[in-house]
């Protein structure tokens, strides 16, 4: 049985801004994410014969000579035990780059392909294994499949590209991409298709082809939520079998919290509410705070409250005060506040859309205001 496992969109070398100053930290978790693989790999009991890395190792063309040292350690280590690694370039260390690491020769053992037309041909574990690779090169729309057919010899045939098989909706419009169409991986006959570019787990059938997602092996925000894996692929004679093993450091989480039905009066009820509930020093978490709210949230007082208890916060306020005990009571008042409540209700009432939660969010303030001028 031939086993490999199969990565991409790596990112060696992102810079994790979006952490704030947690983001040595969070780059660490990138280099971490990729050594357990090689480790992963390396071990005997695994039985691993080849890793394919579908693109996106590093997240520049031309990454600095530390990076390169890093994985140019681990790529001997791979060598070592003899396991192949073989790869593309991707989108952000594109091979069209004049100053793209993988036209520098700096990285021996990894075998980096760029055309469907030629493979690279390998026997593991008693197979002939045929790996054909695309590289992606900006500004060139290329088909890679359009005139393409494997060798006809018996074997295992695995094809290798960083490209898009459909698109995200939040991806339309997109110049970077490589677009591949699922019946044309279904023309190609391949046993396999190992794909980069897309950040998430998704495995497609096309005709007798299997073709794989593995993710990031690390979640770049918050479109990368849950775990992240590198696929271990069995081949049983020639058909694939994939087994998702999680390899990432910290999981970034969404978590949507309605307040509606909770029996908090105070902002100190609800940093301990969220506290003994959804506490995870280890993770990224994205807190959506919903429904009816007795009282106005302060985001930065439950930010520093709360800034131990994950390893970074992020908060989003879609609550409303307006069924609140506050607003019922203040709303019967013949005082300015009274008539600002009121007001703003009728408003509300009558409107839709964006211009209704911009009037929600100013009965906010305004209640907020009139609590520090008048507790």
Excluded at 101 to 126: A, T
Excluded at 131 to 138: E, N, Q
Excluded at 162 to 191: C, F, K, M, T, Y
Excluded at 321 to 338: A, M, Q
């Amino acid at each position: 049985m031939v086993r490999i496992v199969h990565i991409a969109d790596v990112h060696l070398g992102y810079c994790c801004k979006n952490v704030g100053d947690k983001s040595a930290s969070r780059e660490q978790d990138f280099l971490n994410a990729f050594q357990r693989v090689v480790d992963y790999c390396c071990d005997p009991g695994h039985h691993v014969d080849a890793l394919i890395i579908a693109g996106d190792l590093f997240d520049m063309a031309d990454p600095p000579s530390d990076l390169v040292g890093f994985v140019q350690k681990n790529l001997s280590s791979m060598r070592q035990n003899g396991i192949l690694v073989v790869g593309v370039p991707g989108t952000h260390d594109a091979y069209g780059y004049k100053s793209c690491i993988y036209r520098k020769n700096q990285l021996e053992g990894m075998h980096i392909l760029v055309s469907l037309k030629e493979p690279f041909i390998r026997e593991l574990s008693g197979e002939k294994v045929f790996f054909y690779g695309a590289a992606y090169i900006p500004g060139v729309s290329e088909n890679h499949f359009k005139s393409f057919s494997p060798f006809q010899e018996e074997g295992i045939h695995i094809g290798i590209i960083h490209g898009s098989v459909g698109l995200p909706h939040h991806w339309e419009g997109r110049g970077q991409d490589l677009h591949i169409d699922e019946h044309e991986i279904a023309r190609s006959n391949l046993d396999y298709v190992a794909l980069g570019h897309f950040h998430n787990l998704k495995q497609m059938t096309c005709g007798n082809t299997l073709a794989v997602y593995p993710g990031s092996l690390e979640g770049k925000d918050f479109s990368e939520s849950g775990q992240r894996f590198m696929v271990v692929v069995d081949f049983r004679g020639k058909s694939p079998h994939i087994t998702p093993v999680p390899v990432n450091t910290r999981t970034i989480k969404t978590i949507d919290i309605n307040l509606s039905n909770q029996p908090l009066e105070s902002m100190n009820d609800l940093v301990t509410y969220i506290s003994r509930t959804y506490s995870d020093p280890a993770s990224i978490i994205s807190l959506n705070l919903q429904g009816a709210c007795q009282f106005p949230l302060d985001l930065e007082y439950l930010r520093h409250a709360l800034g131990d208890q994950f390893f970074y916060l992020q908060l989003k306020d879609s609550t409303t005060v307006v069924d609140s005990d506050i607003v019922s009571s203040w709303k019967e008042e013949r005082t300015i506040r009274g008539m600002y409540v009121t007001t703003l209700l009728h408003k509300i009432a009558r409107a839709e859309g964006e211009e209704k939660l911009i009037l929600e969010e100013a009965l906010k303030i305004g209640i907020t205001s009139f609590m520090e001028a008048s507790p």
